[in-house]
């Protein structure tokens, strides 16, 4: 019933499980998803060497995981998700599974990038209006010294 993508995997992060909405969005059924490496297959080409380092990282150290990244949906587009982790350890502390969930941003990522774009290009246009006043200040005292 939750709106992410769940997931878990064993303390060496072979995937053992994933919710439907997962299934509903990759359109991997749930024998073609297990495995410790399925996932990077989904996510965009850009986005895999920093996924590999950065989980790999959680893998060796036990470190909670998050990472935002671009996986594709069954229809073939890409989507931004944050990506998060955290391990479990049994009474002796030993970490013994990893349960995970992906929340997609895309939206809010998107926004943001345009939001970013919106600001560069006001900033252009002040620097370039800016740029006309000194021109017609500077036009103006020529002006007033000429005469």
């Not at 209006?129 to 002006?143: G, K, S, T």
Request: proline share 3%.
């Amino acid at each position: 019933m939750i709106p992410q993508l769940v997931w878990i995997t064993d303390a060496t992060g072979f995937h053992t499980y994933f919710n439907q909405r997962w299934i509903d969005f990759t359109g991997y059924t749930l024998a073609d998803s297990v495995g410790p490496e399925m996932w990077n297959n989904l996510l965009h080409p850009d986005d895999r060497a920093r996924a590999s380092k950065v989980w790999g990282h959680s893998l060796a150290t036990g470190a909670d995981y998050e990472i935002e990244y671009r996986f594709r949906a069954a229809d073939g587009a890409y989507r931004w998700f944050l990506g998060q982790a955290r391990p479990w350890r049994d009474a002796a502390g030993a970490l013994t599974t990893w349960f995970g969930t992906c929340t997609d941003i895309h939206d809010q990522k998107i926004a943001a990038e345009q939001l970013q774009s919106s600001y560069a290009d006001l900033e252009a246009k002040v620097t370039f209006r800016n740029l006309e006043l000194e021109h017609q200040v500077q036009a103006l005292q020529r002006q007033l010294s000429a005469k």
